[in-house]
């Protein structure tokens, strides 16, 4: 596996400014990084998704929500505000390319089976070829 | 004149082996009839006593056949028992309505019954009384060999206070009576040939009383099952009916609310049958695109064909969503499908990138672009195949973590709860393998789609037939090895 993992402990360190706002810190995590996947550790279909990009070629950014204590809970929430209404019963995996919102599995399948995942990725620069 | 209905106390557990259980209860009537009456079957030993009273004899019977009980009563007649509960059913059983009507008239009118246990032994006849009251009726004299048993305290006190009412008044003839017997028995604390006779037949009375008591039991709970079965049964024959009269409007989609009240077993039925409905109606559709493109129609008919035939794709995909989400076990093992089919099945259905293969080799020549279209499918599909394996290889991988943690066989309380918090997790993955289960199928579903989209209408039309014949070939297979002669 070769995604970065970000320790919350150095990332607090890094920054100065956390906004409190669950969503906003979503967006500013989200757009840090070509590939940004929230995932929790336990969560099965995160890992599928994981390999999946993993074996594109893409080195994803992935923050488990259940790692941050603090905040884990508040973000899960938001996501699922942002995804609107989700069936699954648990709402990670989510997966942002380029900053912006793709969705859960099911979008990221769809897109990659339908093509428009390859272009999306190379876009955000996550892919050369 | 006091009237006694002897009921049995259905709760009343002996374990001594050592007690003769008596265990009837005498409910003082209403009307004061003096009956010894027997509601109950297992009273039959107890002899029906004529109308106006108890005679000597009568209660000697009684005394004999064991089922006899003695109040106690006041002088005014109108006994106060207040169940100390030796034996702690007295008050349940008063409350179970097996006593019938009478039980209700007891209670109204204060009255209560007690049982008496006697208990024979080599010295003495012990018979335990359920009284506080405020008498002791039984005679003088005797108590004193009754043991540790008898409750009673102050009554004891009331003892010589009423047994000369005992003696006289014609009410306590039955005690009376009983006392002769006791009297016998008591005397010289040894007993006599009588009462060893006696001792036998009480005992061998209350076995069979006993003996039928459970075999009533076991007939009541019998006959319970039986009705919970034959209730069953309605309910099922009602949801099959149910689930055909649905199955009829598959082309508008069967509501997932209904499929998911129906049992599992209904669910997997009605799945079943409506595939196979589905099957049906996709031969035919086939068979009507196959006449088109045999028969050189226009694009445009064609590609009514091609959609017609997609668009029942998507039923079959509906259908097993709703089928996933009612039992996904019965989605995983395939059963759905002939065994040939379920060789090459893969998550819940056919491996979309296996079917790309076959297409690539069979398909008219095909422009570079089109073959480029369908090889990155036939890619992608691959790793999203691979990457849904390997999430479903972790599920699998937790599933067994979780369900084998903790085994290691002791007892204790918190075992249990580790056990049921065990299970609740493994249910959690379950529901997830619903999820994964879906995902396969939606994966199934892009790849057709984006095939369709990819080719044109008249490839499209192509590799739809194609697609459908590799299946009939594999299903007539199954037939085939079903029906081989076997040596």
Partial sequence: MHYQTESWNSYMSQKINITNDPLQHIERLASENAVVIFSISSCCMCHAVKRLLCGMGVNPTVYELDQDPMRGKEMEMALMMLLGNSCTPSVVPVVFIGGKLVGGMDRVMTSHINGSLVPLLKQAGALWL | ?487
């Fill in chain 2, 1 to 487: 004149m006091q009237g006694f209905k002897a009921a049995p106390s259905p709760t009343f557990n002996l374990t001594n082996s050592d007690m003769f259980c008596q265990s009837p209860f005498y409910l003082r009537d209403n009307e004061g009839n003096r009956n010894v009456t027997s509601s109950y079957a297992d009273l039959g030993e107890l002899e029906q006593v004529t109308a106006g009273g108890l005679h000597q004899e009568s209660v000697a019977d009684l005394s004999r056949s064991s089922m006899y009980t003695s109040t106690m009563m006041k002088p005014n007649n109108v006994p106060h028992f207040t169940n100390a509960l030796p034996f702690g059913v007295l008050t349940t059983s008063l409350g179970s309505g097996e006593m019938g009507s009478s039980a209700t008239d007891v209670v109204d009118t204060g009255q209560f019954m007690f049982q008496e246990v006697v208990q024979v032994n080599n010295s003495t006849i012990t018979s335990t009384m359920v009284d506080v009251g405020n008498c002791g009726v039984l005679g003088n004299g005797h108590f004193e060999n009754w043991g540790d048993s008898y409750l009673a305290d102050h009554s004891l006190s009331q003892r010589t206070d009423t047994s000369t009412d005992v003696d006289t008044n014609d009410k306590y003839q039955f005690c009376e009576g009983r006392h002769e017997s006791l009297i016998v028995a008591e005397s010289g604390g040894v007993q006599s040939k009588g009462i060893c006779h006696d001792q036998k037949a009480l005992r061998r009375l209350a076995q069979n009383r006993e003996a039928a008591r459970e075999s009533r039991q076991r007939k009541k709970a019998y006959v319970q099952q039986l009705e919970n079965s034959r209730i069953k049964l309605a309910q099922l024959e009602q949801e099959l009916k149910r689930e055909r009269h649905q199955g009829s409007f598959v082309g508008s989609g069967v509501s997932g609310d209904q499929s998911q009240h129906a049992n599992i077993n209904g669910a997997s039925l009605a799945f079943d049958m409506e595939y196979a409905r589905w099957l049906e109606e996709h031969q035919r559709l086939i068979n009507e695109l196959r006449t088109a493109v045999n028969s050189h129609l226009g694009d445009n008919e064609l590609r009514v064909r091609v959609d017609g035939v997609m668009g029942h794709y998507d039923k079959v995909f509906q259908l097993k969503l709703i089928g996933t989400k009612s039992d996904v076990f019965h989605m995983l093992s395939g059963m759905w499908k002939t065994p040939a089919e379920r060789c090459f099945m893969w998550l819940g259905g056919f491996r979309s990138s296996e079917l790309l293969k076959i297409l690539g080799n069979h398909l008219e020549p095909l422009t570079d672009q089109h073959l480029l279209g369908i090889c990155n499918l036939q890619q992608s599909s691959q790793e999203a195949e691979d990457a849904l394996s390997q999430g479903l290889e972790a599920l699998q991988q937790s599933l067994s973590d979780t369900l084998s943690s903790n085994c290691h066989g002791s007892t204790g309380s918190g075992n249990v709860a580790d056990y049921m918090g065990q299970m609740a997790t493994a249910m959690g993955k379950i529901a997830m393998l619903e999820i994964f289960v879906h995902q396969g199928d939606l994966l199934r579903q892009q790849t057709i789609h984006q095939l369709c989209r990819i080719l044109t209408t008249r490839q499209a039309a192509q590799a739809l037939l194609v697609m459908s014949d590799y299946m009939s070939r594999l299903q007539a297979l199954s037939s085939l090895w079903s029906a081989r002669p076997k040596s």
